[in-house]
């Protein structure tokens, strides 16, 4: 549910493909830039000298934003690499550890945004052990001294204590501070940037573990009227402090984005909306009364009424269904609408989808059932983005959507974009038929929770609807696989997934084989995420063509041995190789590898790598 995480697009640190580049470009590249650059090593000499060039450039470079451009222009010639550095004002770093603070630091100078990301994306499954690192303090601490100007601070799976919050406060313009599934600090911390990071414009807290430290963080925001745009607290589990809320909401009249915690009830939502019908985001908290109901409740459905620019709506932490034909005045207005915590029925649902017309961002839990999804494809032609999460995800349980919701969906909502399915069972005809419906398909993810499920009508593998998924869906850059798989399905992939980024393999293949062809035949692979898969040092070996072009590799409970690792640490020297004990405990020093993080990094090993890991 993190992926908004690869939304963001703010420019790479790095070369083409991702890959980390901070060193100047070869004689070669230079040659190739001297006509421009003025550099005279060609037979075309610039009559203008090298500064006035690179003014030029830099000026052009300004009007440059996407970061894979930006890497390719850093590698022409050492003329374009300096006016590339001096220019980039935002920084996107896929892996804390890839490179050193310093380094980017002493590289790019003018930074004003930052985007980090630290632990890979399992560790949101409970599958890396606590305490594994991606501190932030030692980022922070860099950037205070050499990033004053810094406005924007993006930090993903990071670990981030109170102090390095405080630390915030050294940068004189901070605006933005955003924390996905970031874990490590408190209420202390939330205090201490509300009260000294004073121009603070968006405080966006998603999915991050925050530690209660009965502090009323809320009522540490300045007195007098405030910049804010953005407050996000939705994941925040303690109580706050709703006067103090309710105040800030008041002399903020900026507000755009609200999404409250589940300690507010939908009597406090009316009077914040009451205070803020300028919002154009709206997160409901519990969206249930309070233990003590009035007798005479307000007019919820005309607090939504007043808030004509709202356009998208999440929460309902702990829905009450009789409460939502309050928000029926503003269904016809949004674009994104969130029910991934509703515990709702198809015919709740019904009620509220069929006003949806303009949905285009839809997460809602299975417990709508194939008739629910049957009503938001009659309704919501425009969708994009469909996610449907599970209400029971144990492998028993019975799931109460299935390859009828997913073949309305296709039939029914030809633009989507990108789909996260959830489901007990499924068919190959039901995939097949979303890859005919929906070409334009970026983002696939079929989660079939039974392990390796064939499908559940001829009872073959699932090979031929991946198959056609990959082979129809042309512009697909995201793979999810799950179900019966042998290595026919990653033929197809390696065949025809040729723009594939990110692939995950859960409980799936039946030799080295399959992951051979993935490896061989997908050049834009950035980030491959294995679990529970019969692949060996064979099928691991065969990548060494591509590794140094991935952001990392993620392998856990499959068949890797620590030779077969080791042969790949000694082959590539900058490819950082760690061998991680899953139970947190010190290390095995067996042959089996438990989990086995790849990726690549040009300051070597880590220096803070916990007992239960070793790097080879």
């Known amino acids: 549910m993190s992926e908004d995480e690869e939304r963001a697009s703010p420019s790479d640190l790095g070369a083409s493909s991702g890959a980390i580049e901070t060193q100047s470009p070869s004689s070669s590249s230079k040659s190739r830039g001297c006509a421009v650059a003025g550099g005279g090593c060609g037979e075309y000499a610039s009559p203008f000298p090298d500064q006035v060039l690179e003014n030029v450039l830099e000026n052009v470079l300004l009007f440059l934003t996407s970061r894979r451009d930006r890497n390719s222009v850093s590698l022409v010639c050492k003329s374009w690499y300096r006016a590339e550095a001096l220019t980039r004002s935002e920084l996107f770093i896929g892996n804390c550890y890839a490179v050193s603070p310093r380094r980017v630091t002493e590289r790019f100078r003018r930074v004003r945004a930052v985007t980090l990301k630290g632990k890979p994306r399992f560790a949101d499954f409970n599958l890396m052990p606590p305490n594994w ?3 932030f303090r030692p980022w922070v601490t860099v950037m205070a001294q050499s990033y004053r100007a810094l406005e924007k601070l993006c930090l993903k799976r990071m670990s981030v204590r109170d102090e390095d919050l405080a630390l915030l406060a050294h940068f004189p313009f901070f605006k933005d501070l955003v924390l996905v599934c970031c874990d490590g600090f408190g209420t202390n911390g939330l205090a201490v940037v509300a009260s000294k990071c004073r121009k603070l414009r968006a405080l966006i807290l998603i999915e991050a573990e925050v530690v209660d430290d009965e502090v ?13 745009e953005s407050l996000i607290f939705d994941c925040v589990e303690c109580p706050i402090n709703f006067e103090a809320l309710e105040q800030l909401v008041a002399r903020s009249p900026s507000l755009k984005k609200l999404r409250t915690n589940r300690h507010v009830n939908i009597g406090q939502l009316y009077r914040l909306m009451i205070r803020a019908p300028q919002l154009t985001h709206l997160g409901t908290g519990s969206f249930s009364p309070s233990e003590i109901v009035a007798d005479q409740e307000p007019d919820y459905r005309s607090a939504f009424d007043a808030c004509k620019s709202l356009v998208c709506l999440s929460g309902f932490k702990e829905i009450i269904p009789d409460y939502l034909p309050a928000i029926y005045p503003v269904c016809a207005n949004l674009t994104s609408l969130n029910f991934s915590y509703a515990n709702i029925s198809a015919e709740q649902l ?3 989808i069929c006003h949806c017309h303009k949905l285009q961002n839809f997460w809602v839990l299975d417990s709508v059932c194939d008739e629910g999804l049957q009503a938001v494809a009659a309704t919501c032609k425009d969708l994009r983005e ?6 029971d995800a144990r492998e028993e349980s019975d799931g109460p959507v299935s390859e009828v919701g997913l073949l309305a969906i296709s039939e029914g909502c030809r633009k989507l974009q990108s789909i996260l399915y959830f489901c007990q069972r499924m068919t190959n005809a039901a995939v097949i038929a979303m890859s005919e419906n929906c070409p334009d398909l970026l983002v696939f993810r079929l989660c079939i929770m039974g392990r390796r499920q064939p499908d559940h009508v001829t009872r073959e593998p699932m090979d031929e609807g991946f198959g056609a998924i990959v082979k129809n869906c042309k512009k697909l850059t995201r793979l999810a696989i799950s179900g019966l798989l042998t290595d026919r399905a990653f033929n197809y992939i390696g065949h025809y997934g040729k723009l594939v980024r990110t692939l995950s393999v859960a409980f799936a293949g039946d030799s080295d084989t399959g992951l051979k062809y993935v490896l061989e035949g997908c050049p834009r692979l950035q980030k491959l995420e294995i ?7 064979s099928a691991l070996s065969s990548g060494f063509h591509h ?3 991935m952001r990392f590799l993620w392998m856990s409970s499959c068949k890797l041995t620590r030779r077969g690792c080791k042969q790949i640490a000694q082959q590539m020297p900058n490819l950082v190789v760690e061998v991680i004990n899953g139970d947190g405990e010190e290390e095995v020093k067996d042959d089996f590898v438990d989990i086995l993080y790849m990726y690549r990094s040009l300051e070597g090993p880590r220096a803070d790598s916990p007992r239960f890991v070793s790097i080879l």
Do not use: K
């Not at 925001?221 to 910049?227: A, R």
């Not at 469909?386 to 209400?391: A, E, K, Q, S, T």
């Not at 679990?531 to 040092?537: A, C, E, K, V, Y």
């Open 216 to 228: 009323d963080w809320i009522s540490c925001f300045p007195e007098g009227e405030t910049d804010l």
């Open 133 to 135: 690192g991606a501190h």
């Open 531 to 537: 679990r529970d898969s019969p692949f060996g040092d």
């Open 547 to 549: 590794y140094y072009n």
């Open 386 to 391: 469909l996610r449907v999460f599970p209400i």
């Open 350 to 352: 019904i009620s509220v």
